[in-house]
């Protein structure tokens, strides 16, 4: 009989040890979820936006609440990459703009912008953000509040001006020209 009894009690031992794991890991799931909706919230009030899926797409590019200020940038990263890589005037003006939009150094956001600047983005991350950038920009959004689509053009022309060119002859390529338009015409059209 003693022996039955340490097998009931070694038998009840690991299964209130299982409910206990099964308790733990549901807890750290509901954290987890919280926590994510807690992101969400605040990715929704610093991006302006409250679509769903518009925010599911800015979290599907990788942006986070620290990291949306980066989404105005983004024509003008796409804009230094024209031409296959960055220079080191190309990438002295990103990191002068970025410190201008309150990116400090060292923070998620300049990390991310380092990340950019080193690999370029894969070109639908540059299409998905600026029809995202349109709708930051339609919605006066915390992050978009002092920028219109005529300054992001602007930035993207002193990028695409900024290593081209001898005696300021030709400083802007047949190809940067091209995407500039692009840009522009992509910042400029009204969410439909």
Do not use: H
Not at 78 to 88: H, K, L, P, S
Not at 113 to 130: G, H, I, K
Not at 133 to 159: G, N
Request: hydrophobic share 40%; proline share 3%.
């Amino acid at each position: 009989m003693p022996d039955k009894d340490m097998l009931r009690e070694r038998g009840r031992s690991l299964e209130e040890d299982y409910f206990r794991k099964k308790d733990r890991e549901l807890i750290e799931k509901m954290r987890r979820a919280a926590g994510a909706a807690q992101d969400r919230e605040q990715l929704a009030r610093n991006s302006g936006l409250d679509d769903p899926a518009l925010l599911q797409e800015l979290e599907d590019l990788g942006f986070t609440a620290e990291t949306i200020v980066l989404l105005p940038l983004v024509p003008v990263v796409r804009m230094a990459w024209a031409e296959g890589g960055i220079t080191n005037a190309e990438r002295d003006l990103l990191v002068r703009l970025a410190r201008s939009r309150g990116i400090a150094e060292g923070s998620e956001a300049d990390r991310q912008l380092t990340a950019w600047m080193a690999s370029q983005p894969d070109e639908t991350v540059f299409v998905r953000a600026a029809r995202l950038m349109r709708a930051m920009l339609d919605s006066r959004s915390p992050e978009t509040s002092d920028l219109s689509a005529d300054d992001l053009v602007e930035y993207c022309e002193r990028i695409a001006a900024a290593s081209g060119g001898i005696f300021g002859i030709g400083r802007v390529s047949a190809e940067e020209k091209k995407l500039l338009a692009s840009i522009a015409d992509d910042l400029k059209a009204r969410q439909s």
